[in-house]
């Protein structure tokens, strides 16, 4: 972490950052791709790092997607990816639940969530109610009278859900203050999410209003989460010293890579603009490198070839 | 406002009470009612208030109902009162817009709320969108593209609506954004109220996803909020100093009174224990008077005969 990012714009700047580091953390919106079009360069960028075997890890706030629905945006936009090579909010609820939380079999957890979250928690065995299930979807006056209170409940997680409505706010709410011990966890904290068009509320503002009636932060596994890296490290070894965090989002990506001990390279073709880093209302939260576009390390490919 | 509330048991402490206040205030659910049950001795007292010419006033801020429709609780449980003596939050919003704001009539409101909302909106001749609208009553994907942006709504006002969802609070959030200048109203911060069987999601829950986007608190007009006072100060003539403001909940009626240099009755048959007040998890929030019950002062109708 440096008082000012160094600016790179040369091949021997790039070339340095190339030598520096093994293994290449990337955020993926506002990163390779905006909404649904790919940054320009970045396919050749992630083909150089390939060339020379760098370790690449694509790390994503998204929690409305498993990491497998994930890839199929990879594959639409031409990047040639593997599902391992993702890791996902959605996914570090749910390995933080079996490999934390250690939840019992017997128990189960409450999700306000989409689809993705559910096939996470599959994934892990993690047993659950609520999500996508038809009764919770529902614009129908709640009535607690109606509710049957699951004892086994031992969580609530939440995610992006588009679905949000007053049953499942409620229903939560019973959980977390009704079954002793019931832990309050969020894949992510982004207040709001961009969509192609313009700006929709994200899993933050979703699991708000739980927030405020417990008057508690949930446990948040996303980014800047050290929960996100824990994942990777039970997959993917790696050296913190020769890893780089590439992100778009000073509180997530960049904060993220400063928590986890990782340099951290800043690209401004997502929501940061130079007024976030420079002068006076300048975050405090400052990259060690800043660069343009990710797609601007495409000039190395004359050196590798 | 004293450093210890005085205990009043005593038919004398009450009379004392009597004479030293022309206007009395109340909350209602928890003071004269729970849920659906009147507290025991409530009709008495009110009616020996009336007796003694009281100036009788009811500050809720339930936000679901308007005072039409509020007016009908008080009809079942046998308490005689006019509408004139309500005043609400979802009132005290209208108000606010109409007289405060002084919105154009070219202007429109957003509203996250129910029926109750919407009728105080149009008694104060306040034009909205959204609301029990069918069309953002709805759990089906929500997309920018099919998004009209009104450019004539100034404000969103936010009250309980047991109908949240995704649509609203994005098409919400978008007025909150785009629409230079809108304002961002609730009719009151709670976070929870108490249902009849339990703790349900109050309108502080329901608004809780726009402020965590947003990064600010709205103006709230129910209690503590000066401008519910401000409210009924438009309609009625009362000395502070002659007028006792009684409640169960700290954190909104008794904060109220202060706020408005009332005095204040805290009473037991609602929210607030005993702990809450003395011993070591005592709220800083302390009122005048503490009773156990607004009925405890039904013996003074001996003195009245």
Redesign the interface.
Known sequence: MSATPSRLTTIRDFTILLDKYDTWMFDCDGVLWRGSEIIEGVIEVLHILRCRRKKIIFVTNNAAKSRKSYKSKFDKLGLEVHVDEIYGSAHAAAVYLSSVVKLPKSKKVYVIGMKGLEEELEEEGVSYLGGTDPHD???H??S??EFHLDPDVAAVVCGL??????TK??KA??YL?RNSGCQFIAANED??YP?S??????A???M??????L?RDPICTGKPSAIMLDCIKAKVKFDPKRTLMVGDRLNTDIEFGHNGGLSTLLVLTGVTSESDISGPNASPTIPDFVVTSLGDLRILDREVA
């Open positions: 979807n529902t614009l006056p709640f607690l009278d859900d588009m679905s949000i409505n007053y706010i409620a709410f019973q203050t207040s709001t969509a068009n313009g700006i929709l509320p994200g933050g503002a979703v708000a209003p739980l927030r405020h009636m008057g």
